[in-house]
């Protein structure tokens, strides 16, 4: 019984841990034609020495890229050049959340922002931007009216570890047949 007992522990604490970690992903859907604000935030108020918006496929070039008070514009992606900026210039109260002008459907994927305060590191935070053509267009509409719909995290990830922790009960109680037959 303790086999199965020390089992269904571990196998809580990874779902609970999956569903943690998957939660900081966020969806946001758009109309072609918005401008949108990818959210991003640190956790206190430590002084702001770095941060980067990147998007998944951009290779070396970033979306933006604040250092040392000033934004670097040396490596960024002429599409983004004049479209983006922070919706909070002074980072009050650890605001880096990206303004992003006039989206496209190029403008789809995934964006990560990563933030450096005081010599530490923050977990990078990433937001997957669907954009879609207005109703009448090409392309279909959003219910929303292009604000945030939610967390991958939440939609997935926690249908994910209920399976997961289904099985493991399942799988469970099945050692804990066979050893109670063992023992008789």
Not at 65 to 94: I, T
Not at 130 to 144: A, I, K, L, W, Y
Not at 173 to 179: A, D, N, P, S
Request: aromatic share 8%.
């Amino acid at each position: 019984m303790s086999a199965v007992t020390a089992s269904l522990c571990s196998t809580l604490l990874f779902v609970g841990l999956f569903v943690f970690v998957s939660a900081d992903q966020k969806n946001i859907t758009a109309e072609s034609g918005q401008n949108i604000i990818l959210p991003c935030r640190t956790p206190n108020n430590n002084t702001i020495g770095f941060v980067k918006w990147s998007k998944t496929g951009l290779r070396e070039e970033y979306v933006l890229l604040y250092r040392d008070g000033h934004f670097d514009p040396a490596n960024q992606h002429p599409f983004f050049k004049n479209r983006v900026d922070l919706e909070d210039r002074q980072m009050k109260d650890g605001d880096v959340s990206l303004i992003l002008k006039n989206v496209t459907t190029a403008d789809n994927g995934t964006y990560e922002c990563r933030v450096i305060m005081s010599g530490t590191k923050n977990a990078p935070s990433n937001i997957t931007l669907s954009v879609v053509d207005p109703p009448g267009q090409t392309g279909g509409h959003t219910e929303d009216g292009g604000k945030e719909d939610g967390s991958v995290g939440l939609k997935v990830g926690l249908p994910v570890a209920v399976f997961l922790l289904f099985v493991v009960v399942v799988v469970g109680f099945l050692i804990y047949r066979k050893h109670q037959k063992g023992v008789l």
